[in-house]
């Protein structure tokens, strides 16, 4: 029996670090038990490529620990280990020599676990499978799954806390009002309102004789629908005035599932039937209400004040409260891409509302909207769906050609309008580009045809610094207006790209230019190059090379949809069935970025941009260590696919 | 010579079964002395720490005994000891301010009989390790004594000793700096997180720690063998 009071030292020890930190008492203890400490000084050798492997794994308890890969006689510094770092675990997994040399860097305190204990450890706990079956695939340096087992880790570890504040809200289902008050079409208007009134409800759902749902009428249809029209209409049928057909889905929503639908829809009442389509039995309402009570602040409410919202200042507020809403989320953390949709939605709907309180405006002054259609456009992250922080506007104006004679009004017109867009949004909160890239500048408030050429011009000319500042317009996405001018500005660009296939070579390498970094040691970012830095610029080093690679195999495989970077990774997983696996974890990846560099800028009010090593968790190191790898596989799969060695300067 | 002596008296008991099992095993195991040339690598150490009721050799207790095995450089958490030594009439004012342990604790560990006859089933032939190690020993010897009319034969390595040796050389005067030469000073010194101390299985995990470090730093000076670290 080995001494109480030493296992427990040890398991004490053990447990600062994942995936220790999450076993059961009794585990842990067992764990300790079994362990051999090991004491090394500087230089020391663990083990050495090529060696038989050990029937161990290996944690850094105190000190550093150099991991190297000797490729022609030559040492490529693959990670440096510091405290709670877990390393050698090819051991748990089979093969017959290490891959790696293991260096002590300075003076260090190791763990060694059997390989045996840590087998049936995994067997039994899927926390610590998914863990080690990370730490594997680093440790074999290829890319198997790493990210999506880590992320299924980090969803595991953080559902406990997030279930206790979550589950009372947003993955609680919507009870369904299911003794629904119900009328036939044929009845009167008349018939109806009396029917609502002594039931004392706002609205009641037209049914077929099959209890299928037909149509909903509401206190609004009655107010603006009857109330309001002249002459009596109180005995037509109530089938003329319903609003049909309602919106159908199936049972067991969550708040978080009608939250979107609401937003998504802007309706305000959803009918469950059977099968979820209107052609099977009605078997509940949710309205909003309903909705609105099971949670206090939510989007929804922001979006309908929104919509109701008669001046800037109220546009601003909302926008405020947007700002809450997002930090409450990430405390409770909630999907980033929930997360994202709702930002999109409420920052789309204040560019709507912006561009209808100008027009109107404008109305006023005398000055009509001509009658060509336009496009409003959001660019850069916004475009992809991507801003969470109010970061700078990018944005432009497209309209459709006009006929000859009529250019200068035309642009004018909408010139003016960009520029009073522009400036609401800049009171709502989004501060104005730096380099202009905004619908109130003249060269990027242009018709069709001209922004035809622009696209035209960098994709046959590709010049890269020119490139470089273009790749912001090849993620526009239309906001508002006529979407089919976008959608033809889209095919247009498809067509150019096909004449030139140089410009994907340009633009996949402009996606290559900054190679990941290694990992952190310390406080210190681990670089191949090794100049370690203390600063970590998640925009530049992580986010940028996954936006940039995911946006060029978009075009390449002429995606003609408006996507986000971790939609575009979904879709390519679809389109490009070989890097399945590697296209679902840089969407996971990318996401785990987003939610990183929101919450470092909401701690530090900026954008988030740069982050400093120590202020990262042990878990979120890792977490970005597979992230870095993935960059690096994503790379090399880029490079590979257009032959950019070819071409590398 | 007197030890062979009374290693063989004590064995001859034992086939008349005059003494306990585990008891025989030690006596069994070393028998045989430890080879000069032996490698430290090849040696399985067992540094230990005693909890006493005080300093005075004739009066105080044992209350605990804690151990645990170093072979080829590696810690080894398995092979571990801790016993509790029932004292029946331990005053609750020593043993509580100094070592944390409740008398309830004392009272319902192993009678001394049992719980010296099971430290020497642990350690077998192993080189001891402790930090002033002489006392620890004398201890333990007085029990033996009294018991099974044996005493420890096996070969003793104090880590005081050996760190002022590989520090000063080996004719530094102890006596006038003891406080540099305490378990904390060097632990300290040699960058071991503390914790557990007054525990004896808690100061021998440290001791152990500290014999790592020791043991390092001795084969840098060419200390390889056991001839060369027992100074025989």
């Known amino acids: 029996m080995p001494s109480n009071t030493i296992v427990e030292r040890v398991a004490a020890d053990l447990s600062q670090y994942p995936p220790f930190d999450l076993l059961e008492a009794a585990v842990l203890l067992d764990l300790a038990s079994s362990i051999a400490i090991h004491y090394h000084e500087e230089g020391e050798v663990i083990f050495n490529k090529g060696d038989e492997l050990r029937q161990a794994a290996f944690m850094v308890m105190k000190g550093a620990v150099r991991l190297f890969d000797t490729i022609d006689g030559e040492e490529v510094l693959v990670d440096l280990c510091d405290e709670g770092d877990i390393f050698g675990v090819l051991a748990i997994f089979g093969g017959s020599t290490y891959v790696l040399s293991a260096h002590v860097a300075e003076e260090s305190l190791v763990y060694e676990m059997p390989a045996e204990k840590i087998r049936s450890l995994i067997s039994a706990d899927s926390a610590v499978s998914m863990f080690f079956a990370g730490e594997f695939a680093k440790s074999m340096q290829v890319m198997e799954r790493t990210l999506t087992t880590a992320f299924d880790q980090r969803r595991l570890r953080y559902s406990e806390q997030s279930c206790r504040n979550f589950l009372a809200h947003e993955t609680l289902e919507v009870k369904p009002v299911t003794n629904i008050i119900t009328c036939s079409p044929d009845i009167t208007i008349r018939e109806a309102a009396k029917i609502m009134s002594d039931s004392n409800i706002g609205s009641i759902l037209v049914v077929s004789p099959q209890n299928h749902p037909l149509g909903i009428i509401t206190d609004t249809d009655l107010r603006k629908k009857v109330v309001a029209q002249p002459g009596s209409i109180k005995e037509r049928p109530v089938h003329e005035i319903m609003s049909s057909p309602v919106y159908t889905i199936t049972g067991g929503k969550t708040v978080a599932d009608m939250v979107m639908l609401m937003v998504k829809t802007k309706l305000r009442h959803f009918c469950i039937t059977a099968d979820g389509t209107v052609d099977s039995p009605l078997e509940g309402i949710i309205s909003e209400h309903d909705i609105i009570t099971s949670e206090g602040n939510n989007p929804a409410v922001i979006m309908k004040q929104i919509m109701a919202a008669e001046k800037v200042d109220q546009l601003k507020n909302e926008r405020d409260k947007a700002e809450n809403l997002l930090q409450i989320y990430l405390n409770q953390d909630v999907a980033v891409h929930f997360i994202s949709s709702i930002i999109t939605e409420i920052n789309d ?132 207006g006529d979407a089919g001018l976008a959608a033809e500005l889209k095919r247009s660009i498809f067509d150019e790209i096909t004449k030139g296939r140089g410009f994907l070579e340009f633009f996949a390498k402009n996606a290559l230019q900054n190679p990941p970094p290694l990992s952190f040691f310390r406080n210190f970012l681990v670089e191949k190059s090794r100049d370690h830095a203390n600063e970590f610029d998640i925009k530049a080093r992580a986010m940028m090379p996954l936006s940039d690679a995911a946006r060029v195999l978009a075009y390449e495989l002429r995606i003609p949809d408006y996507l986000s970077t971790a939609e575009r990774f979904r879709k390519l997983a679809e389109l490009l069935p070989p890097e399945k696996d590697l296209c679902l974890e840089a969407a996971s990846a990318y996401e785990f970025l987003m939610r990183l560099r929101v919450v470092n800028g909401i701690e530090q009010h900026s954008a988030g941009r740069y982050i400093k090593p120590e202020s990262l968790n042990k878990i979120e190191r890792q977490m970005l260590r597979n992230v870095f790898s993935t960059i690096g596989q994503v790379q090399k799969t880029l490079n590979l696919r257009f032959q950019l060695d070819y071409i590398r300067d | 010579m007197i030890d062979r002596i009374l290693v063989w008296r004590g064995l ?68 571990s000891f801790e016993v509790l030594v029932r004292q029946e009439n331990v005053g609750a004012r020593e043993a509580v301010s100094v070592h944390g342990l409740l008398r309830k604790d004392i009272a319902g560990g192993e009678d001394e009989k049992c719980a010296v006859a099971a430290f020497l089933d642990y350690i077998g032939n192993s080189v001891l390790v402790a930090q002033h190690a002489g006392f620890d020993v ?61 525990t004896s299985a808690g100061d021998a995990y440290l001791t152990a720690q500290l014999y790592q470090r020791l043991l390092a730093k001795g084969y840098k000076s060419g200390i390889e063998t056991a001839g060369a670290m027992l100074m025989k």
């Open chain 2, 12 to 79: 001859s008991r034992c086939r008349r079964n005059g003494l306990p099992p585990g008891v025989c095993r030690y006596l069994e195991a070393v028998r045989k002395p430890l080879p000069h040339h032996t490698l430290l690598s090849q040696i399985r150490f067992v540094v230990f720490d005693t909890e006493t009721t005080g300093f005075d050799l004739k009066k105080d207790k044992i209350i605990s005994i804690g151990a645990i095995a170093l072979c080829n450089q590696r810690i080894d958490v398995s092979d």
């Open chain 1, 349 to 480: 709907a204040l560019i709507v509302k912006a561009i209808v309180f100008s027009t109107a405006d404008m109305r006023r002054e005398g000055r009509q909207m001509p009658d060509i259609p336009f496009c409003w456009l959001s660019l850069g992250s916004e475009g992809r769906k991507e801003q969470l922080l109010r970061t700078d506007q990018d944005n432009a104006l497209l309209y459709a050609d006009v006929p000859a004679g009529r250019e200068d009004e035309v642009h004018g017109y909408f010139l003016e309008l960009g520029g009073r867009v522009t400036s609401m949004l800049q009171q709502v909160g989004f501060s104005k580009c730096p380099a202009e890239v905004m619908a109130s500048n003249d060269q990027w408030c242009q018709s069709l045809s001209a922004w035809k050429k622009y696209f035209s011009r960098w994709i046959l000319n590709p010049e890269p610094k020119a490139l470089m500042h273009s790749t912001i317009f090849f993620d526009f996405r239309p906001v508002h």
């Open chain 2, 138 to 198: 004398a201890m333990i010897d007085r029990l033996l004594h009294n018991y099974f009319g044996i005493r420890i034969f096996n070969d003793v390595v104090d880590t005081a000793s050996l760190a002022k040796r590989l520090e000063k050389g080996p004719y530094y005067n102890l006596a006038h700096k003891a406080g540099e030469y305490r378990l904390d000073t060097l632990c300290e010194r040699y960058h071991i997180r503390l914790h557990d101390r007054h």
